[in-house]
């Protein structure tokens, strides 16, 4: 089993930066891809970035490309998302989540088994 956690949200302006973190429990993240989605209110979760087992390849939704980077620390067993030149329309519950690296990439809800509790970021005009 492979608990998330995911921590770094807060409220900014827009055009600022936050620093999202997703720490594994549990079992290593070492041989999972790795996603970020995000929920805004009375919508669906959707797909936001992910990377592979071993960080060498990325992939990003369309409206965040040039302005969010994915990362991880395999040895802190950490995910991160930097985000920068953040918009109001970035406002949304951020999740975390991993799945098995035998398909690439993952972008659907479906594709991954193991969430966290998501953290919100809040993006003000």
């Known amino acids: 089993q492979v608990q998330l956690v995911e921590s770094g949200g807060g409220s900014v302006q827009a055009g600022g930066s936050l620093r999202l973190s997703c720490e594994a429990s549990g079992r290593t993240l070492g041989w999972l891809h790795v996603a970020w989605f995000r929920q805004a209110p009375g919508k669906e979760r959707e797909f936001v970035a992910t990377?592979?087992?071993?960080?060498?390849?990325?992939y990003y939704t369309n409206s965040v490309k040039g302005r969010f980077t994915i990362s991880r620390d395999s040895t802190k067993n950490t995910v991160f998302l930097q985000m920068n030149s953040l918009k109001p329309e970035d406002t949304a519950v951020y999740f975390c989540?991993?799945?098995?690296?035998?398909?690439?990439?993952?972008?659907?809800?479906?594709?991954?088994?193991?969430w966290g509790q998501g953290t919100q970021v809040t993006v003000s005009s």
């Open positions: 990377i592979t087992w071993d960080g060498a390849n990325t």
């Open positions: 989540a991993a799945g098995p690296s035998t398909k690439w990439p993952r972008v659907t809800v479906g594709d991954y088994g193991y």
